[in-house]
């Protein structure tokens, strides 16, 4: 049976009668639980570290998403998804497996703790396995995503100290420019040279590689918060977490109507204003409050 032969997902299907299992499988490899994941990190756990978690995911959905590019493979045909479960882009690699793979792989080696590693390996293929399971990639394009991941993750883990040495050289708000620089750029090529449907357009990826980097230079300038509560109070951790992600969710989907996904440069603003939000409204807010 080949790894590009949809009828594993019957299969799948058949031995594991659990859709709801693999539906919230998928939902921990969206978007949405990465960005409320490490905005709870930036602002009430490590932020310094948090940070440089951003900066590992950027990679992963960036390559990702011109990989997929380049090896332009359908996905299955939709007569396969499950009712519900919807996607765009192209299929190979996955880029649900990829980004697990990053991302739980950084944290667990970054957290030196067995169950760590256990919980990394066992979320990553949850993940991939459900987008098999729900119709949506081949088994082929899950398996590839983790080896990619995994090897960017190798990259980025050898090239850390040197990088961070080197990159030390240069004042922070140059190194800002040069990111919020690089996703104007990468949104102009992407959008004109190597033009996708309207819903797989590249404004959300550019519009937060370039809202990234506005928002943290900014925080950085203008309110450079700690993370320790005011008289240690653990409440108001939870607030900041609470709060934030209705403001930062509530922006996402709250501009969607008048920045629409299918236009580009839109999504990019909007996209833009969400990372914006979160790495410095939120921010200046909560400080000036004292949560």
């Known amino acids: 049976m080949s790894w590009f032969d949809p009828s594993i997902t019957t299969w799948l299907r058949t031995l594991m009668p659990w859709p709801l ?50 090896v332009a493979n359908p996905r299955p045909n939709p007569s396969y998804w499950w009712t519900g479960i919807d996607a765009s882009n192209y299929s190979t690699p996955s880029g649900h497996a990829q980004n697990s793979a990053m991302l739980f792989g950084w944290l667990a080696v970054k957290a030196k703790r067995w169950w760590m590693y256990l919980l990394a390996v066992v979320l990553t293929v949850l993940i991939g396995v459900s987008r098999v399971y729900l119709g949506v990639h081949y088994l082929g394009d899950v398996v590839l995503g983790w080896a990619l991941g995994l090897v960017l993750l190798s990259i980025l883990l050898l090239m850390e100290k040197p990088l961070s040495k080197t990159l030390s050289r240069y004042k922070t708000g140059y190194l800002y420019l040069a990111l919020f620089l690089f996703g104007l750029a990468a949104t102009f090529i992407s959008t004109y040279l190597l033009p996708q449907p309207p819903e797989d357009n590249f404004g959300a990826l550019g519009g937060l590689t370039m809202g990234v980097a506005l928002g943290l230079l900014l925080e950085r300038r203008f309110v450079n918060f ?29 501009l969607a109507p008048f920045l629409p996904t299918t236009e ?25 409050a004292r949560l």
Not at 264 to 288: D, E, Q, S, T
């Open 226 to 254: 700690t993370v320790e509560p005011l008289n240690g109070q653990k409440w108001r951790l939870v607030l900041r977490v609470v709060i934030g992600l209705m403001l930062v969710i509530g922006t996402m989907f709250g």
């Open 21 to 70: 299992v693999f539906i919230l499988f998928t939902g921990l490899g969206e978007d949405i639980f990465y960005v409320a994941l490490l905005l709870a990190g930036f602002w009430a756990y490590k932020k310094k570290e948090s940070i440089l978690v951003v900066w590992v995911l950027l990679v992963s959905v960036l390559s990702n998403y011109w990989v997929k590019l380049v």
């Open 264 to 288: 580009v440069w839109l999504r990019a603003l909007r996209y833009a204003l969400v990372a914006i939000v979160g790495a410095f409204v939120w921010p200046a807010i909560f400080k000036a």
